[in-house]
């Protein structure tokens, strides 16, 4: 691990799409690296949440110390601002106890928010216009919801999807409240020099071979039971009004569950929207600065590109060993 005098904290990112073999290679970078994870997902830091999300196990860890997993409620609210909050004292107490904090996951926005710091101290909350929004979309639904932000701020809505609500609400919060545009904001931070020393590893594969893994990872959710783990999630009073139910893989398969799509017409939306989602982290991860691809085609195995990582921490002085 880099020098205690170094000036900037060390930090690690291995991102990329959905099913593109993180977990494992995250896994083996800790024990080669003395690291600790940190989980970047929007859905794992849910208890119960484990087959849709692809959560590891803690018989999987193989020993290795894993943050934000299984620390809230699926009741609870979870934002990008609490996710940074969160992830900035796992990298202190990491860093603390002598450790590599490793950043892992494929949210995009949630890595980007850590790992240049961006101040969300501009956007002033405002109980009742989030609840106009919340109710408008409700009754008019998420596409005409992103329509108001499509005419607020063009730039964000290209950036957002239609059926991100939460993110869509904080746009137009951000525009009522600052009188500016949340998208201009963002390109700001972004900017920004990173208060770390890190290394912004990008795992990538073949598109085919990418979107191949997504359809059998749902396959292997539906096997496991993910009907049946969100059948326990409904009984327990969840729906898809509760962000962890926003999630893919839950709010088609609660969709399912009351009457809406049947089996067969299920599990293809699931496997489309997950290929989606893997297109959609592609777009955003090509968009960020400082960035290594690992791009599995160019490596004969696994084992290779840990060994192109080790080698580029040493070079970073990220690691010393």
């Given at each position: 691990?880099?020098?205690?005098?170094?000036?900037?904290?060390?930090?690690?990112?291995?991102?990329?799409?959905?099913?593109?073999?993180?977990?494992?290679?995250?896994l083996?970078?800790?024990?080669?690296?003395?690291?600790?994870?940190?989980?970047?997902?929007?859905?794992?830091?849910?208890?119960?949440l484990?087959?849709?999300s692809?959560?590891?196990?803690?018989?999987?860890?193989?020993?290795?110390?894993?943050?934000?997993?299984?620390?809230?409620?699926?009741?609870?609210?979870?934002?990008?601002?609490?996710?940074?909050?969160?992830a900035?004292?796992?990298?202190?107490?990491?860093?603390?106890?002598?450790?590599?904090?490793?950043?892992?996951g494929?949210?995009?926005?949630?890595i980007?928010?850590v790992?240049?710091?961006?101040?969300?101290t501009?956007?002033?909350?405002?109980?009742?216009?989030?609840?106009?929004?919340?109710?408008?979309?409700?009754?008019?639904?998420?596409?005409?919801?992103?329509?108001?932000?499509?005419?607020?701020?063009?730039?964000?809505?290209?950036?957002?999807?239609?059926?991100?609500?939460?993110?869509?609400?904080?746009?137009?919060?951000?525009?009522?409240?600052?009188?500016?545009?949340?998208?201009?904001?963002?390109?700001?931070?972004?900017?920004?020099?990173?208060?770390?020393?890190?290394?912004?590893?990008?795992?990538?594969?073949d598109?085919?071979?990418?979107?191949?893994?997504?359809?059998?990872?749902?396959?292997?959710?539906?096997?496991?039971?993910?009907?049946?783990?969100?059948?326990?999630?409904?009984?327990?009073?969840?729906?898809?009004?509760?962000?962890?139910m926003?999630?893919?893989?839950?709010?088609?398969?609660?969709?399912?569950?009351?009457?809406?799509?049947?089996?067969?017409?299920?599990?293809?939306?699931?496997?489309?929207?997950?290929?989606?989602?893997?297109?959609?982290?592609?777009?955003?991860?090509?968009?960020?600065?400082?960035?290594?691809r690992?791009?599995?085609?160019?490596?004969?195995?696994e084992?290779?590109?840990?060994?192109?990582?080790?080698?580029?921490?040493?070079?970073?002085?990220?690691?010393?060993?």
């Open positions: 691990m880099a020098e205690k005098e170094n000036k900037k904290q060390p930090l690690v990112i291995l991102t990329g799409p959905t099913a593109v073999g993180k977990t494992a290679l995250s083996r970078l800790a024990k080669a690296a003395d690291g600790e994870i940190i989980s970047a997902d929007s859905m794992q830091v849910y208890r119960g484990d087959i849709g692809a959560k590891i196990l803690p018989e999987q860890m193989e020993g290795v110390t894993h943050h934000l997993i299984d620390v809230l409620d699926p009741k609870e609210p979870f934002d990008v601002v609490r996710f940074q909050s969160m900035k004292e796992c990298i202190a107490d990491i860093a603390g106890r002598g450790h590599l904090p490793i950043l892992t494929g949210t995009g926005f949630y980007q928010s790992l240049y710091d961006i101040d969300f501009e956007t002033q909350e405002d109980p009742d216009y989030r609840r106009y929004l919340e109710e408008y979309a409700d009754a008019n639904g998420d596409e005409a919801l992103h329509a108001l932000l499509a005419a607020a701020d063009p730039e964000s809505a290209r950036q957002i999807h239609p059926h991100n609500r939460r993110r869509t609400i904080r746009a137009l919060e951000f525009h009522r409240s600052s009188g500016a545009l949340i998208s201009e904001h963002n390109e700001r931070e972004r900017a920004k020099t990173s208060p770390f020393s890190f290394a912004y590893f990008v795992l990538d594969d598109r085919e071979a990418l979107y191949g893994r997504c359809d059998e990872r749902v396959d292997r959710m539906l096997e496991d039971g993910l009907e049946e783990e969100v059948r326990g999630l409904k009984a327990l009073g969840l729906t898809r009004e509760d962000g962890s926003k999630g893919i893989g839950y709010r088609e398969m609660l969709g399912f569950l009351e009457g809406e799509t049947d089996r067969e017409e299920t599990v293809r939306l699931i496997k489309r929207n997950t290929r989606h989602f893997a297109k959609r982290q592609l777009t955003w991860f090509r968009r960020e600065r400082d960035v290594i690992l791009y599995r085609p160019d490596f004969a195995c084992d290779d590109i840990l060994a192109s990582m080790l080698k580029i921490l040493r070079e970073k002085e990220i690691l010393t060993q």
